[in-house]
C-alpha cells in the first residue's frame, strides 16, 4: 500500500512539472512574440525588464536555452553575469563608516604641505592637532600633494648655489714658428667664465703653478673649489692650495668632460685665435692672449650668460646713432656699437 502511494505522489510531481514547463515555455515564445512586434522593423532592443525575465527563466527553467530564439543562449548567460555583478555592488553598497574630511581641511593639508616641500604626513598632523584639528595620520597622507620633484636638488641647481665658489685649472700646448712647445696655464672662474689668469712658459714646473695660483687669488677673495686634470705641473700645488683653504677636486684620468667648463674655453681660444695666427716666442704669445682675453671678457657674447658678455654690455637704444665697427683681436674679431649722433 505504501508503494502504491508514493509512485501516484511521484507521478503527480511528474505531471506538475510537465505542465509547470509547458507553461514556461508558452511564457518565454509568447515574449519573443511581444519583443519582435514591439521593435518591428527596427533592430530587436531589449529593455531590462526583458533581460530580468530571462535570468530569472535561466534560474528556475532547465530548458530555456531551447527556447531561446531570437539571440544566442549566451547572450542570456551574460546578462545573468551582468544582473549578478549589479546585485552585489547594490549589497556592498556604502551604507555606514567613517565620516568624510570636511573640504576646508582636506585644503589646509594641502596647502601645508605645498608650502613645506619638507614636511611630511607626521609633520602635517601634529600641526592639525595643535590647530584642533582630529584626523588620523593616514588621512593626512592621503590627501597630501605628491611632490612630483626629484628627491634632493639637481646638479644644475647645486652648481648654480656653488658657482661663485668653484674654479677651474688646466694647460694646453702651443707650437711656435721654430717647433717649440710653449705651455699655457688658464684658470677660470665659473661665476660668469671670467678667466682670471693665462700665464705662458717654456719650462712647466710644479714651483712655478703654485706661483701662479698664488698670483690668480693675491687677496681674501680665495674660490672654495679647484677642479684640475691629473697633470704633473700640478703635482706641486696641493701644500699651496691647502694653505690657501682651496680644495682640489681631481677628474678622473682620461675623462676631459669633467672638466668642460676649463676645455671649451681653450677650445674657443684656438678656435678664435691661435688657429689663426703664427706664434714667435713668449713674449708674442702672451701679448696676442691678452688682447684675446679683452675681447672675451669684454666683447664676445655668450650662449651661457644669455647672450651676454663675461663684463656686461650695455644695451644701446636704437635711436642712439649709426652702427660701428671696432677691429679687435689683430682684425679676427669686430665689436659693433652705436655712436652718439
Not at 677628474?251 to 668642460?260: D, E, F, G, I, K
Request: hydrophobic content about 40%.
Amino acid at each position: 500500500m505504501r508503494s502504491i502511494i508514493v509512485s501516484l505522489l511521484l507521478r503527480l510531481r511528474a505531471t506538475l512539472r510537465a505542465r509547470a514547463a509547458l507553461q514556461l515555455e508558452i511564457l518565454a515564445l509568447r515574449h519573443q512574440l511581444h519583443v519582435i512586434n514591439r521593435t518591428r522593423p527596427q533592430r530587436l532592443r531589449f529593455s531590462r525588464a526583458d533581460r530580468m525575465l530571462w535570468v530569472w527563466l535561466s534560474t528556475r527553467w532547465n530548458g530555456w536555452r531551447a527556447a531561446l530564439v531570437i539571440v544566442r543562449p549566451e547572450t542570456g548567460l551574460a546578462w545573468h553575469r551582468r544582473g549578478f555583478r549589479l546585485f552585489w555592488t547594490w549589497k556592498s553598497r556604502h551604507r555606514v563608516g567613517r565620516p568624510g574630511v570636511p573640504p576646508d581641511v582636506r585644503q589646509l593639508i594641502r596647502t601645508m604641505a605645498e608650502m613645506n616641500p619638507l614636511w611630511g604626513a607626521p609633520r602635517i598632523h601634529g600641526e592639525l592637532l595643535k590647530l584642533g584639528i582630529v584626523v588620523s595620520q593616514a588621512t593626512v597622507a592621503t590627501y597630501m600633494l605628491r611632490q612630483r620633484r626629484p628627491p634632493s636638488q639637481t646638479w644644475r641647481t647645486f652648481l648654480t648655489n656653488h658657482v661663485g665658489q668653484i674654479t677651474a685649472a688646466d694647460f694646453f700646448v702651443v707650437p711656435t714658428a721654430t717647433c717649440r712647445l710653449l705651455f699655457v696655464l688658464v684658470i677660470l672662474v665659473y661665476q660668469r667664465r671670467c678667466i682670471i689668469l693665462v700665464a705662458v712658459t717654456g719650462h712647466s714646473t710644479a714651483a712655478w703653478t703654485a706661483q701662479q695660483l698664488r698670483e690668480a687669488f693675491p687677496g681674501d677673495e680665495v674660490p672654495r673649489y679647484l677642479i684640475r686634470d691629473r697633470d704633473h705641473a700640478f703635482a706641486g700645488i696641493g701644500p699651496t692650495a691647502t694653505g690657501m683653504g682651496i680644495h682640489e677636486v681631481l677628474t678622473a684620468p682620461r675623462s676631459p668632460w669633467q672638466n668642460a667648463y676649463a676645455e671649451r674655453v681653450i677650445g674657443s681660444i684656438r678656435r678664435e685665435c691661435l688657429n689663426h695666427v703664427i706664434v714667435v716666442n713668449e713674449a708674442g704669445l702672451s701679448r696676442l692672449l691678452t688682447r684675446y682675453l679683452t675681447y672675451y671678457h669684454q666683447s664676445r657674447t655668450h650662449l651661457s650668460l644669455d647672450k651676454d658678455s663675461p663684463e656686461p654690455r650695455p644695451i644701446a637704444p636704437p635711436t642712439c646713432g649709426p652702427v660701428v665697427a671696432s677691429s679687435q683681436v689683430g682684425g679676427l674679431h669686430h665689436r659693433y656699437d652705436r655712436r652718439a649722433a
